[in-house]
């Protein structure tokens, strides 16, 4: 059983930095893909935005709303996955999740981080 535990989340004012961290159980080689999403308080994880991912290759992909702010990057020695957010907006404003898809295409979550941006 693959275990994933966010940290890193807290409350900042606009245009303030965080580091969200995502440790991995087990080898993060054993992952086809490795992804932060986020979704708002009391909602569905699973419908929320994608926000970047990261691939066993390396191949890093964000989405637009966050191009230019947010960066992914992965610690293979450390089974982590990272989230350096700067220039944070109050409509980043989320719980973050990791997730990972397994070899066998499952997905495994995190329980989330939440992140808070006041203006």
């Known amino acids: 059983q693959v275990q994933l535990v966010e940290s890193g989340g807290g409350s900042v004012q606009a245009g303030g930095s965080l580091r969200l961290s995502c440790a991995a159980s087990?080898?993060?080689?054993?992952?086809?893909?490795m992804a932060w999403h986020r979704q708002a308080v009391g909602k569905q994880r699973e419908l929320g935005e994608l926000v970047a991912e990261i691939s066993d290759l390396g191949v890093t992909n964000v989405a637009d709303s966050v191009k230019g702010r947010f960066t992914v990057s992965r610690d293979s020695a450390k089974n982590t996955m990272y989230l350096e957010m700067d220039n944070l907006k109050v409509e980043d404003t989320a719980v973050y999740y990791c997730?990972?898809?397994?070899?066998?295409?499952?997905?495994?979550w995190g329980s989330g981080t939440q992140v808070t941006v006041s203006s």
């Open positions: 997730k990972v898809k397994g070899r066998n295409l499952f997905d495994y």
């Open positions: 087990i080898s993060v080689f054993n992952f086809k893909s």
